[in-house]
Each structure stands twice: as C-alpha cells, then as structure tokens.
Nanobody, 124 residues
Framework: QVQLVESGGGLVQAGGSLRLSCAFSGHTFSTYAMGWFRQAPGKERELISAIAWSLGTPYYADSVKGRFTISRDDAESTAYLQMNSLKPEDTAVYYC?????????????????WGQGTQVTVSS
C-alpha cells in the first residue's frame, strides 16, 4: 500500500537545475530508506543517490557526485533530489524508490516500492 509519486521533471538547458520531489504515503515514511534511480533509453536502471534517514550519510553515484543532492523531509513525507549543473547525459526517466532496510540503503536491490517516474531532458 506504499505509494510514491514523483514530480518536478521537465526540459532544462545544460547547466541548469531541477528539483525532483517524491511524495510518500501508505506507511511511516521515517522507517524507509529512500533512493533515486534513473534510466536512460537503452540502458539499465541505476541507483544514483540514496539516504537512510534525514541526517544520514547520503550515497551518490560517481556520475552525479558534486552536482546532485538528496534530502528528505520526514514531516512532509517527501524526498527530494536537487540536480544542478545538468548535462545532456543526465537525460533519463528518474524514479524514486523506498526500502525498509536502512542499513543497506546504498544497495539498489533493497528498494521495493517505486514511483511512476518523471522525465528529465537536458538540452545541449
């Protein structure tokens, strides 16, 4: 019954920024680790960022490190992904996901609940 709804995707020029939001419902948000994945056309879905709790140490894939920032607001039951200095290679469908095992928050196999995805397109 956990439900995740993403928003904030769109078209942006290279060098620009977007903030993705993921609204969580159906259970206690604070007990879930949250992750962001992306999938470009013809490629596998990859975990790009994750966080176990609001003050936890975030995980970032090398491809986004230094440009993207993950956060969560437990009072709002919402996770965010701030994306700065966007590049055309960031173009993908972005998904938020939730998992119960916070100790393995950087393990993509621990995420079992998924949002519908939101398209991010970065133009040259």
């Amino acid at each position: 019954q956990v439900q995740l709804v993403e928003s904030g995707g769109g078209l942006v020029q290279a060098g620009g920024s977007l903030r993705l939001s993921c609204a969580f419902s159906g259970h206690t948000f604070s007990t879930y680790a949250m992750g962001w994945f992306r999938q470009a056309p013809g490629k596998e879905r990859e975990l790009i960022s994750a966080i176990a709790w609001s003050l936890g140490t975030p995980y970032y894939a090398d491809s986004v490190k230094g440009r993207f920032t993950i956060s969560r607001d437990d009072a709002e039951s919402t996770a965010y992904l701030q994306m700065n200095s966007l590049k055309p290679e960031d173009t993908a469908v972005y998904y938020c996901a939730a998992g119960l095992n916070y100790r393995d928050y950087a393990n993509p196999n621990r995420y079992i609940y998924w949002g519908q995805g939101t398209q991010v397109t970065v133009s040259s």
